[in-house]
């Protein structure tokens, strides 16, 4: 069930897929993102979520090996282990923390709780700076302070700490699954809800049913959430290839990659 890349030299640009349905080849390569430096991106280090390839690099991987034992006490049938640890593994490799390395955040963080932006009438500079500065998103789960309080109930966590983030984005992935409970969805379509909440939270909730909960619908006109969708897919299928990580029965993958990559309509 898990997907495989093989460049070839020969076909440069055209890698082939195994374990993939064949719709996501097709919709990739019709789509309007078709184009040379798309192609190339096959070939890079870096994972490539559009067509659900993994680069060399994988820090947030290692760090779902070092917390693999509490990710998996932690799985349950609303938050499935494979998919909290798909979260961790997407988070983690953020830019922001390259090669794992918390230097950037730490230096992010303390700026922003020590000193104020000091010309306030660069309005533009001044949203940046409490975006990036005094509100970064923080740790292998890539939570804001903010949003981490409120996923406690109290007090401010120490987004720095490993166990810590990953006990909290496994509450924001349950909050998430509470909440779609209601909508009558089906498991397959849960679960695409929780790979986009990684990053959105219960603003995916709140998109859906403002397409009156047609999910196909909400996902044709938010590529951003697509690309959520890929990103959450690439790094589940590389753990079922590769650990003793299952995906839930009743998983519908390959309409999972359907919807994640259905190509953009241009305007």
């Known amino acids: 069930m898990a997907l495989t890349l093989i460049s070839s030299t020969a076909q440069l640009g055209k890698p082939e897929f195994y374990s993939k349905s064949q719709v996501l080849y097709a919709q990739y390569y019709a789509s309007v993102y078709n184009n040379v430096d798309q192609r190339l991106q096959a070939y890079l280090p870096w994972p490539n979520f559009a067509t659900g390839g993994m680069g060399w690099y994988r820090h ?10 509490l990710i998996k006490a932690l799985g349950d049938d ?28 730490r230096l992010q ?9 000091p010309l306030p009438q660069w309005e533009w500079a ?11 998103s923080i740790g292998i789960a890539q939570l804001l302070p903010d949003e981490a309080q409120r996923l406690r109930g109290f007090g401010r966590p120490n987004l720095f700490d490993d166990r810590t983030s990953i006990r909290l984005m496994y509450a924001k992935l349950a909050a998430v699954s509470r909440a779609a409970e209601s909508l009558g969805l089906n498991q397959t379509q849960r679960f695409i809800l929780l790979a986009i909440g990684n990053n959105d939270g219960l603003g995916t909730i709140q998109r859906l049913v403002a397409y009156d909960r047609d999910l196909e619908r909400y996902l044709a ?31 519908n993958r390959d309409y999972i990659w359907s919807l994640a990559s259905r190509p953009v309509v241009a305007p």
């Open 126 to 136: 001044a949203a940046r700076w409490h975006q990036y500065v005094e509100e970064p």
């Open 78 to 105: 609303r938050v499935p282990a494979i998919l909290l640890a798909a979260a961790i593994a997407n988070q983690g490799g953020s830019a922001q923390r390259p090669f794992g390395i918390d230097a950037i955040e």
């Open 221 to 251: 006109d938010h590529p951003q959430s697509r690309t959520q969708i890929a990103k959450i897919m690439t790094f589940v299928d590389y753990l079922a290839k590769h650990g003793d990580w299952t995906l839930p029965d009743g998983i």
């Open 109 to 117: 963080y303390w700026l922003g709780s020590n000193f104020d932006w």
């Open 60 to 69: 947030g991987l290692r760090e779902v090996a070092s917390n693999a034992r």
